[in-house]
């Protein structure tokens, strides 16, 4: 195993989200000849190997220029095609914003934008490479559905059920080793949140690796007789307003957690809903403080923005108080 | 000549004349370049491309993108000419709901492939195009008209290569060379030459011809290879921005601009007067 960015290769001990997005899209495409994978020189880190090895005439490897590969597939969409492209998050929704606004989403075309590294899972690769402003950017887009999965199978039926969905979909995956929310069959749905943990006392509306601390930290304070709610909110938008407001009816205080920075993702889009449905509750949101994100491995850098289990425990502990 | 060619200028004038009357419809349009490019859009519509104005969605139709999207002033009268529409759907251009703007909307006019404005777009979209024709096994070709100004982006240039390196030989890119972009001659705003070398470093048949020589303009058309082929071609239509209008030509201030009553009369007149004999 190279030395270097441990976290993109194989983890024996959980399941990459980004090996099953590449995996899943391989073993769906005999079903479906509409489907074609784009990449810029990030086939390794994308995991979409497997589907250029098993489909090359279907595989386009545009070389490090983003820009292009997204109007390149606004074309394929145009062309009856189903594409997904992917390159980092941050060079998806920063480097081709406006192709995924003008190219994409305004057509309102079926390109499916894969976007990895996302949030913090860069790492020690810093601030360039940290993406904290893309679910802002993307979810401002009209016509754009924004998806966070919070672990593989999640991915996988994100993959699956796009297919026959219509319009773009930006899809936001994280380190590539989020631990498994989803066990067995689960019911999924683009806009309709999971409630994956039952509780009376506070809600937490999280999304991608964050509803694992999330549910670690509910499981904690179970012992302790609090009763958590957790939201895994997989589609900020279209938003499921219904889960969010039944939550702030019947707990009374939101926590909304994210690896994006405060301003204008998930907890934003939350706040909103409970302020225009005229619910008092009490309100925090967890993220990146509108600061740029210091160079460190992922799990220092979620314990250190208070993105992992103690924080979301301490942070609700603060609100109950 | 062509045998096509007599019956081509004189269209060229009709869209010209088109043009002129839509934008005073309209309260005024990107008239400089739309006038440019008008007889390299009628050599497209009326020789080299197939489609079926009656089905604009028909599977083995050519498939054209206007990459200089400002230039829908001078598209929308060609797409109404070939019958995709009546013109009375172009009477409230640039109006409150209109499907008619400055820039095209492809799900509202039909024929329009794609919705472009933002220049140095449009060539990458007729990269994904191309290689969906090339996984298909299509017959049907792919030609993209861009602006000269609108290659200062490096988009563009991201597309040259990648159309080179994907073998798209059923791509064809036009350029309408007519020397200037907003803020005035491209070789002062940002320079362009050597601009055939450029598109032939970077993998691509080049030929330049004069954009308002129909016989040119047919022959280098004529020489594009079948959609089989393995390289792209560029086509620089050398032109004039304002072209058959004498106070508009090389005269940038009518980059976007509106005509009154009297200078209308006057552009109709000139335009007229450029009419070839018909032999």
Known sequence: MPKGFTWTTLDVDKFATREMYG????????????????????????????????????????????????????G?????????????????????????????????????????????????????????????????????????????????????????????????????????????????????????????????????????????????????????????????????TEAIVKAAD???????????????????????????????????RLGIPDIYSTIGQPDDLYERYELDADGIYNAIKGLLQ | MHQDALELQNKAVDIRKKIIELSAVAGGGHLGGSLSMADALVALYYHVLKYDPKNPDWPERDRFILSKGHGALGLCPVLCDAGYYAEEMMANFNDLDSPFGM?????????????????????????????????????????????DGECDEGMVWEAAMSASHFKLGNLTAIVDRNGYSLDGPTEEIMALEPFAEKWRSFGWDCCEVDGHDMDQLLEAFDKVGDAGGDTPTCIISNTVKGKGVSFMENANEWHYAGCDDELTAQALEELEACRPERG
């Open chain 1, 23 to 74: 995996k899943i899209l391989a073993e769906i495409a005999p079903t479906d000849d509409r489907i074609v994978v784009l990449t810029s020189d990030l086939m390794m880190s994308n995991k979409t190997g497997d589907f250029a090895r098993a489909h090359p005439e279907r595989f386009f490897n545009f070389g490090i220029a983003e820009q292009n590969m997204m109007g390149a597939a606004a």
């Open chain 1, 76 to 240: 394929f969409a145009i062309s009856g095609k189903i594409p997904f492209a992917s390159t980092m998050a941050v060079f998806a929704s920063l480097r081709c914003a406006e192709q995924l606004r003008t190219d994409i989403a305004y057509p309102n075309l079926n390109v499916r934008i894969i976007s990895t590294h996302s949030g913090l899972s860069m790492g020690n690769g810093g601030t360039t490479h940290h993406s904290t402003e893309d679910i802002a950017i993307t979810r401002s887009m009209a016509n754009m559905t924004v998806i966070v999965p919070a672990d593989a199978n999640c991915c996988a039926k994100v993959i699956v059920e796009s297919l026959e969905y219509q319009g773009p979909i930006y899809m936001r995956l994280g380190r590539g080793a989020e631990p498994i929310v989803y066990k067995g069959e689960f019911d999924f749905e683009i806009g309709k949140a999971n409630t994956v943990r039952e509780g009376g006392d506070v809600t937490v509306i999280a999304c991608g690796i964050c509803v694992m601390a999330a549910i670690k930290a509910s499981r904690k304070l179970e012992k302790e007789g609090i009763g958590a709610r957790v939201i895994d909110m997989h589609t900020i938008k279209p938003l499921d």
């Open chain 1, 250 to 284: 019947e707990t009374g205080k939101i926590i909304t957690m994210e690896e994006h920075n405060i301003i204008g993702g998930l907890g934003s889009a939350v706040g909103e809903t409970i302020a225009e449905a005229g619910l008092g509750v009490k309100f925090k």
């Open chain 2, 103 to 147: 820039h095209p909307d492809m799900n509202k006019i039909p024929g329009i492939e794609m919705s472009t404005g933002s220049l140095g777009h449009g060539l990458s979209v007729a990269v994904g195009v191309a290689l969906s024709g090339k996984l298909d096994k299509a017959d049907w070709r792919v030609f993209c008209l861009l602006g």
